[in-house]
């Protein structure tokens, strides 16, 4: 039997003891205490927590609108296509609002014209009036006729905006880099303003919405922190937000979390567990590399003056590259960093058990 085997039934056979409350058999072994990596255990300042479910969220999400009728003839992208700001993605035919900004474009120069004239006869006027060779009424009128051509001269430089913002709206662009979520209309049908185009959401910006209990709110308050649980992984949050108010159906708050920047593994509409912190606590940490799995039985070497032991542990939350110990060992004892390291020792210095 190779020494790979051995270790694996030794170390087995110890969990077994452990999961059945027994204490291992006494070390007759007179080995000294090993020379190896290790942490001592003591109580760590922490944030007690409190988890619930929360809604990922996209902070960019839109469906455009038809601000203009036509027929579309054009759909570049279609669904789950990934869309840059400001390309096009939906067009229109154009030919009335073509033909409106050139009947615009000649009300213009009409108006621009008599403008000119009436500005003109208007300088000659005042000219003459400024001699005194005619009369106060003439004046008025050439000045009535002057701001009244101004008046036109402006209402169809508005007007000419006006048309050319129509022609506008017949290309819809993207407003933020993102996916297409839904498409509402086809090419070739006809739309009328109001109605829906394309719907879009971006993966840049997220945030996560909570519902929470009335109970927890002054402590989320309070302590202002929290986290995302996302695969033994905790991501952390730019911003809490608690609204001031509660639903009148559920009588729960939101709070909403603000994540800075693009998060792997979050995607608008999933859910992920947050853990609020509502108060505080002094967990034991140990690293997570030092933990010992044998089946689904955790435990962890713990070195003392008689050698190395190997301890079943029951663990709780995770915190960064550590992870909290919640019974089976004690502040003050000393676990191996290297379980390998840990266990070769154990294989090659176990006793037998005494008399």
């Known amino acids: 039997m190779n020494q790979r085997v051995r270790m694996t039934l030794l170390l087995a056979a110890l969990f077994s003891l452990a999961a059945c409350g027994n204490k291992p058999p006494a070390k007759t072994s007179t080995a000294p205490a090993p020379k190896l990596s290790s942490v001592t255990v003591q109580p ?16 960019n999400q839109a ?27 939906v ?17 213009l120069a009409s108006a621009r014209a008599s403008y000119n004239e009436a500005e003109a006869s208007y300088r000659r006027v005042a000219e003459v009036y400024a001699r005194k060779l005619v009369a106060k009424a003439d004046y008025d009128q050439a000045l009535a006729r002057r701001d009244a051509a101004r008046a036109a001269l402006n209402e169809a430089e508005a007007g000419l905006r006006e048309v050319g913002q129509k022609l506008d709206y017949t290309t819809v662009r993207a407003p933020y880099d993102g996916y297409v979520s839904k498409r509402w209309v086809q090419v070739g049908e006809a739309v009328q303003p109001g109605q829906p185009l394309v719907s879009g959401v971006s993966l840049k910006q997220l945030r996560v919405s909570v519902q929470v209990p009335q109970s927890a709110v002054e402590a989320i308050r309070k302590y202002h922190g929290a986290q995302i649980l996302l695969g033994g992984k905790r991501l952390k949050v730019d911003k809490v937000i608690v609204f001031p108010y509660a639903d009148p159906d559920t009588h729960t708050f939101n709070v909403r979390l603000e994540l800075d920047g693009e998060h792997a593994g979050l995607y608008p509409g999933m859910t992920v567990k947050v853990a609020f912190a509502v108060g505080e606590a002094k967990p034991l940490l140990v690293p997570e590399t030092a933990l010992w799995h044998q089946g689904e039985v955790t435990g962890l070497f713990v070195l003392g003056k008689q050698g190395v032991s190997l301890r079943q542990v029951r663990i709780g939350d995770r915190f960064g590259d550590r992870v909290e110990v919640l019974s089976g060992l004690s502040a003050g004892e000393q676990v191996a960093t290297d379980p390998a390291a840990a266990a070769r020792w154990l294989s090659a210095h176990r006793a037998e058990p005494s008399a």
Do not use: C, H, I
């Open 91 to 107: 067009r229109f035919t154009d030919v009335e609002q073509k033909s409106a900004r050139r009947q615009a474009q000649a009300r």
């Open 63 to 89: 469906t455009l609108y038809a601000q203009t009728s036509g027929r579309v003839v054009e759909l570049p992208y279609d669904v789950n296509d990934f869309v840059k700001k400001g390309d096009v993605v």
């Open 44 to 59: 760590t300042d922490a944030r007690r927590e409190q988890s619930w479910d929360g809604v990922v969220e996209a902070v």
